[in-house]
Protein backbone atom coordinates (compact mmCIF):
# COMPACT_ATOMS: atom_id res chain seq x y z
CA UNK A 1 0.00 0.00 0.00
CA UNK A 2 1.14 3.05 -0.65
CA UNK A 3 1.37 6.32 2.39
CA UNK A 4 0.85 9.76 2.58
CA UNK A 5 2.22 11.36 6.02
CA UNK A 6 1.73 14.90 7.43
CA UNK A 7 2.42 16.73 10.34
CA UNK A 8 -1.39 15.81 11.76
CA UNK A 9 -2.59 12.83 9.90
CA UNK A 10 -1.75 9.57 7.95
CA UNK A 11 -3.62 7.89 5.13
CA UNK A 12 -2.13 4.08 5.16
CA UNK A 13 -4.81 2.78 2.40
CA UNK A 14 -4.01 4.69 -0.82
CA UNK A 15 -4.04 1.75 -3.70
CA UNK A 16 -3.16 4.56 -6.19
CA UNK A 17 -1.90 8.00 -5.85
CA UNK A 18 -1.04 10.92 -8.44
CA UNK A 19 1.14 13.58 -7.32
CA UNK A 20 0.25 17.30 -8.71
CA UNK A 21 3.16 19.54 -7.71
CA UNK A 22 1.50 23.03 -8.02
CA UNK A 23 4.64 23.65 -10.95
CA UNK A 24 2.65 20.77 -13.45
CA UNK A 25 0.31 23.64 -13.74
CA UNK A 26 3.29 24.98 -16.38
CA UNK A 27 5.12 21.50 -17.01
CA UNK A 28 2.95 18.49 -16.65
CA UNK A 29 6.70 16.41 -16.61
CA UNK A 30 6.48 16.76 -12.73
CA UNK A 31 3.60 14.88 -11.83
CA UNK A 32 4.72 11.62 -10.09
CA UNK A 33 1.79 8.15 -10.20
CA UNK A 34 2.21 5.18 -8.19
CA UNK A 35 0.01 2.28 -7.91
CA UNK A 36 -0.25 -0.75 -5.64
CA UNK A 37 -0.86 -2.91 -8.43
CA UNK A 38 1.89 -1.62 -10.71
CA UNK A 39 1.31 -3.33 -13.84
CA UNK A 40 1.07 -3.00 -17.97
CA UNK A 41 -2.39 -1.48 -17.66
CA UNK A 42 -1.25 1.16 -14.57
CA UNK A 43 -1.35 3.82 -16.96
CA UNK A 44 -5.23 3.53 -17.58
CA UNK A 45 -6.07 3.05 -14.08
CA UNK A 46 -3.97 6.72 -13.87
CA UNK A 47 -6.26 7.94 -16.36
CA UNK A 48 -9.10 6.78 -15.40
CA UNK A 49 -8.75 8.07 -11.64
CA UNK A 50 -7.80 11.92 -12.67
CA UNK A 51 -10.69 11.85 -15.26
CA UNK A 52 -12.72 10.67 -12.44
CA UNK A 53 -11.55 13.24 -9.91
CA UNK A 54 -11.73 16.04 -12.72
CA UNK A 55 -15.70 15.32 -13.66
CA UNK A 56 -16.67 15.02 -10.25
CA UNK A 57 -14.69 18.17 -9.03
CA UNK A 58 -17.24 19.79 -12.08
CA UNK A 59 -19.79 18.42 -10.31
CA UNK A 60 -19.19 19.20 -6.54
CA UNK A 61 -18.86 15.33 -5.67
CA UNK A 62 -15.70 15.15 -4.36
CA UNK A 63 -13.59 14.88 -1.24
CA UNK A 64 -11.43 17.55 -1.14
CA UNK A 65 -9.13 17.65 2.22
CA UNK A 66 -6.89 20.57 2.71
CA UNK A 67 -3.74 20.52 4.79
CA UNK A 68 -1.53 23.02 5.66
CA UNK A 69 1.73 21.24 6.03
CA UNK A 70 4.05 19.31 3.78
CA UNK A 71 2.85 15.59 2.31
CA UNK A 72 5.22 13.07 2.24
CA UNK A 73 4.36 10.03 -0.02
CA UNK A 74 5.99 7.04 1.13
CA UNK A 75 5.94 4.55 -2.34
CA UNK A 76 8.00 1.89 -4.27
CA UNK A 77 10.54 2.44 -1.92
CA UNK A 78 10.19 6.52 -2.60
CA UNK A 79 9.54 9.16 -0.78
CA UNK A 80 8.11 12.28 -2.32
CA UNK A 81 7.51 15.27 -0.48
CA UNK A 82 5.10 18.27 -1.85
CA UNK A 83 5.33 21.19 -0.72
CA UNK A 84 2.49 22.89 -2.72
CA UNK A 85 0.05 21.35 -4.98
CA UNK A 86 -2.60 17.99 -4.46
CA UNK A 87 -2.41 14.43 -4.68
CA UNK A 88 -5.03 12.30 -5.60
CA UNK A 89 -5.90 9.01 -4.06
CA UNK A 90 -7.72 5.85 -4.62
CA UNK A 91 -8.06 3.81 -1.26
CA UNK A 92 -8.43 0.21 -1.77
CA UNK A 93 -12.37 0.26 -1.69
CA UNK A 94 -12.54 2.68 -4.12
CA UNK A 95 -13.20 6.15 -2.95
CA UNK A 96 -11.48 8.52 -4.29
CA UNK A 97 -10.51 11.82 -3.04
CA UNK A 98 -8.39 14.71 -2.74
CA UNK A 99 -5.40 15.97 -0.29
CA UNK A 100 -4.69 19.61 -1.52
CA UNK A 101 -2.52 22.19 0.36
CA UNK A 102 -4.43 25.87 1.13
CA UNK A 103 -4.49 28.01 -1.60
CA UNK A 104 -3.94 25.96 -4.66
CA UNK A 105 -6.21 26.22 -7.66
CA UNK A 106 -7.72 22.79 -7.39
CA UNK A 107 -9.55 23.31 -10.69
CA UNK A 108 -6.17 24.15 -13.20
CA UNK A 109 -4.13 21.18 -10.96
CA UNK A 110 -6.94 18.69 -11.69
CA UNK A 111 -6.74 19.70 -15.45
CA UNK A 112 -3.00 19.28 -15.89
CA UNK A 113 -3.13 15.55 -14.24
CA UNK A 114 -6.22 14.56 -16.70
CA UNK A 115 -4.21 16.25 -19.99
CA UNK A 116 -0.84 14.38 -19.03
CA UNK A 117 -2.71 11.35 -18.17
CA UNK A 118 -5.03 11.67 -21.33
CA UNK A 119 -1.81 12.18 -23.82
CA UNK A 120 0.36 9.33 -22.03
CA UNK A 121 -2.34 6.77 -22.88
CA UNK A 122 -3.04 8.19 -26.24
CA UNK A 123 0.36 8.89 -27.11
CA UNK A 124 1.98 6.11 -24.93
CA UNK A 125 4.80 8.56 -23.82
Known amino acids: MISIQS ?7 CET ?5 EKAVEEAG ?3 MFSANDSG ?5 YHALAQMAY ?3 QDD ?3 IREADSPL ?6 ERVELLGGMIVCRQGTG ?3 ILVQAGQNRKKLLEAAYRWCTRWVRLDI
Not at 7 to 13: E, I, Q, S, V, Y
Not at 41 to 45: D, I, L, P, Q, S
Not at 72 to 77: D, E, Q, S, T
Request: net charge negative.
Open 17 to 21: VIIIP
Open 95 to 97: EVY
Open 55 to 57: FQL
Open 30 to 32: YIQ
Open 7 to 13: PTRTFDA
Open 41 to 45: HAKHE
Open 61 to 63: ELD
Open 72 to 77: IVLAAG
